[in-house]
């Protein structure tokens, strides 16, 4: 560009300084974009750090917490297990108290419901001292001569004793020490027990051997 009335010197000074200066905006434009890229960059990895650092840390918060409540888990399962094997153990200390129970109470309520029939079948019977001696007999199949010991008072109501076993001779002895309803039969070197005591007292040493008081 030619200013007239200048000298070309002029002139072209003063063409150097407008380029001078078109130079100097554009590195200062220049300079101030790469600034704002510098400050974005930054920025970008700022974020980027900071989304790392957030994730990591909420990573090892969840496996904190994952942990804690696996924990809880293991323990609410020990303590419903340890109630389960203590609810159990008292079921069978109970079953095994209930089966000693009804080992000793059985045996001895039958013994009693026992006692209480043969009792009441005794006081039934037209004439007890009769059965007596044909229960005592009928342990014996033989015909040998037996001599018979009974209560005084089944003696005297008797009557004819031949007809309880035709053909064999019977001698009746008195014995205040055999109860009533009870005979104790002697035939050779045999005695017969038939008194209902006696024949209890067997019953209850059979129906107590079965029973826990027997040590099985």
Same mark, same amino acid.
């Given at each position: 560009?030619?200013?007239?009335?200048?000298?070309?010197?002029?002139?072209?000074?003063?063409? @150097?300084?407008?380029?001078?200066?078109?130079?100097?905006?554009?590195?200062? +434009?220049?300079?101030?974009?790469?600034?704002?890229?510098?400050?974005?960059?930054?920025?970008?990895?700022?974020?980027? @750090?900071?989304?790392?650092?957030?994730?990591?840390?909420?990573?090892?918060?969840?496996?904190?917490?994952?942990?804690?409540?696996?924990?809880?888990?293991?323990?609410?399962?020990?303590?419903?297990?340890?109630?389960?094997?203590?609810?159990?153990? $008292?079921?069978? $200390?109970?079953?095994?108290?209930?089966?000693?129970?009804?080992?000793?109470?059985?045996?001895?309520? +039958?013994?009693?419901?026992? $006692?209480?029939?043969?009792?009441?079948?005794?006081?039934? +019977?037209?004439?007890?001292?009769?059965?007596?001696?044909?229960?005592?007999?009928?342990?014996?199949?033989?015909?040998?001569?037996?001599?018979?010991?009974?209560?005084?008072?089944?003696?005297?109501?008797?009557?004819?004793?031949?007809?309880?076993?035709?053909?064999?001779?019977?001698?009746?002895?008195?014995?205040?020490?055999?109860?009533?309803?009870?005979?104790?039969?002697?035939?050779?070197?045999?005695?017969?027990?038939?008194?209902?005591?006696?024949?209890?007292?067997?019953?209850?040493?059979?129906?107590?051997?079965?029973?826990?008081?027997?040590?099985?």
């Amino acid at each position: 560009m030619t200013i007239f009335g200048q000298s070309d010197a002029q002139n072209k000074r003063l063409l @150097e300084l407008r380029r001078l200066n078109h130079a100097v905006a554009v590195t200062t +434009a220049y300079q101030r974009r790469g600034s704002q890229v510098d400050l974005e960059a930054e920025h970008s990895e700022a974020v980027r @750090e900071g989304y790392e650092d957030g994730y990591a840390d909420g990573l090892a918060k969840a496996a904190i917490e994952s942990a804690a409540l696996r924990d809880a888990e293991s323990r609410r399962v020990e303590v419903a297990f340890a109630a389960l094997s203590k609810a159990l153990a $008292e079921v069978h $200390e109970i079953g095994t108290r209930l089966r000693t129970e009804v080992q000793t109470t059985v045996p001895k309520l +039958a013994f009693s419901l026992l $006692e209480e029939l043969l009792g009441r079948e005794a006081g039934l +019977a037209a004439n007890p001292g009769r059965d007596a001696i044909a229960r005592a007999l009928a342990l014996d199949g033989g015909n040998q001569p037996a001599i018979v010991r009974m209560n005084p008072a089944d003696v005297e109501t008797l009557g004819d004793v031949s007809e309880i076993s035709p053909g064999r001779e019977l001698c009746l002895v008195a014995d205040p020490s055999i109860k009533c309803g009870g005979a104790l039969v002697e035939v050779g070197r045999s005695t017969l027990d038939a008194q209902l005591d006696s024949a209890l007292e067997r019953v209850r040493q059979v129906l107590l051997a079965s029973g826990p008081e027997s040590g099985q």
